[in-house]
């Protein structure tokens, strides 16, 4: 009997400590941005101690007014020039184009990656776990490949930001009528938390770049 309620005691507080050492973390994390400011505009200054998430309202108002003035023409022109300054630069123009473009696909609107949960064979035949749609192979493996192939992500469990990048034969990957936030969960709870069922699957239509 009192095995069970330390038990119970455990779920109550173990999920509740966790999110309270991430919220932590990301805050303490996001209120370094207070370091750009001047000296006589940090809180530490003009109230005498550290105001914990003034930070973070920082972040999303540089966040917010980025993306606002990147709107206009003028800002695209300066964004384009910044972009073409980044390009000259050896180093750096490998690192910002190849992040570039993985955060383009991933938070940009039109894009696709990460927009599906599949259901495939892995990592042997007959073995079954989730993973993420990012997409169709380039065009050269498509050339020498006649199987159409789906590229797909298979996360790995607890931790799903690493994983395995896979093409897969598009006959061989379903999808499933669960969110991706849903099958984050899935993944991340080692399968505890089990999606609802919504109803059936069907292989996933996946067009070419």
């Known amino acids: 009997m009192l095995r069970k309620y330390f038990v119970t005691g455990l779920l109550i507080w173990v999920p509740l400590a966790i999110t309270l050492w991430v919220l ?19 809180p530490r200054v003009l109230f005498g101690y550290n105001v914990p998430g003034m930070g973070v309202l920082l972040t999303v108002l540089v966040v917010f007014v980025t993306g ?56 042997r035949a007959g073995s079954w776990t ?15 490949i006649d199987t159409e192939m789906v ?16 093409m897969l034969p598009r006959a061989d990957v379903i999808e499933l009528t669960m969110s991706v936030d849903e099958a984050l969960k899935y993944v991340v709870s080692m399968g505890v938390v089990a999606p609802s069922d919504r ?7 996946i067009q070419s770049n």
Not at 24 to 42: A, E
Not at 131 to 141: H, K, L, R, S
Not at 199 to 205: D, E, K
């Open 24 to 42: 932590n973390l990301i805050i303490s994390t996001m209120d370094q941005s207070l370091q750009l400011l001047p000296v006589h505009w940090q």
């Open 68 to 123: 606002l003035l990147t709107r206009n023409l003028i800002g695209q022109r300066l964004l384009a020039f910044w972009e073409g300054l980044l390009g000259r630069i050896p180093i750096v123009r490998s690192i910002y184009s190849s992040v570039k473009q993985v955060s383009d696909t991933i938070l940009g609107p039109n894009g696709q990656a990460f927009r599906k949960a599949l259901l495939v064979q892995y990592p």
């Open 151 to 166: 590229s797909v992500y298979v996360p790995t469990t607890p931790n799903p930001t690493s994983g395995f990048f896979l």
């Open 130 to 144: 989730i993973a993420f749609q990012t997409g169709a192979p380039a065009a050269e493996i498509r050339r020498l």
């Open 199 to 205: 109803g059936g699957a069907s292989t996933i239509p």
